[in-house]
Nanobody, 125 residues
Framework: VQLQASGGGLVQPGGSLRLSCVAS????????MGWFRQAPGKEREFVGA????????MFADSVKGRFTISRDNARNTVYLQMNSLKPEDTAVYYC???????????????????WGQGTLVTVSS
């Protein structure tokens, strides 16, 4: 499975951005998808994850209530909608996929089998 993330850019504080991640390889509908981010000088951290059918999602406390995740299995695409963006949201955002069942382990980078290349989000005035 190959993942291609896009949609990053420069946005002002309080603004919104939607990231997309398209998967190729034919197994998108059976993989749990996650989003992570990595700010300069920091470790990669969990942002959110969604289960295979899109019925369940979880988020890091830092983005809860501001970010949502959805997926369109017919289009092999997962989305990260980011609202009320803050300067501390500035990072490279990565999508990731795993064949593992959706569970509390989706917050760990080691759970994931597939990674996209990352897309840069900069929140600044």
């Amino acid at each position: 499975v190959q993942l291609q993330a896009s949609g990053g850019g420069l946005v002002q504080p309080g603004g919104s951005l939607r990231l997309s991640c398209v998967a190729s390889g034919g197994i998108f509908s059976i993989i749990t998808m996650g989003w992570f981010r990595q700010a300069p000088g920091k470790e990669r951290e969990f942002v959110g994850a969604i289960n295979r059918n899109g019925g369940s999602a979880m988020f890091a406390d830092s983005v809860k209530g501001r970010f949502t995740i959805s997926r369109d299995n017919a289009r092999n695409t997962v989305y990260l909608q980011m609202n009320s963006l803050k300067p501390e949201d500035t990072a490279v955002y990565y999508c990731a996929g795993t064949l593992a069942a959706y569970s509390g382990r989706v917050v760990y980078t080691s759970t994931y089998d597939y990674w996209g290349q990352g897309t840069l989000v900069t929140v600044s005035s």
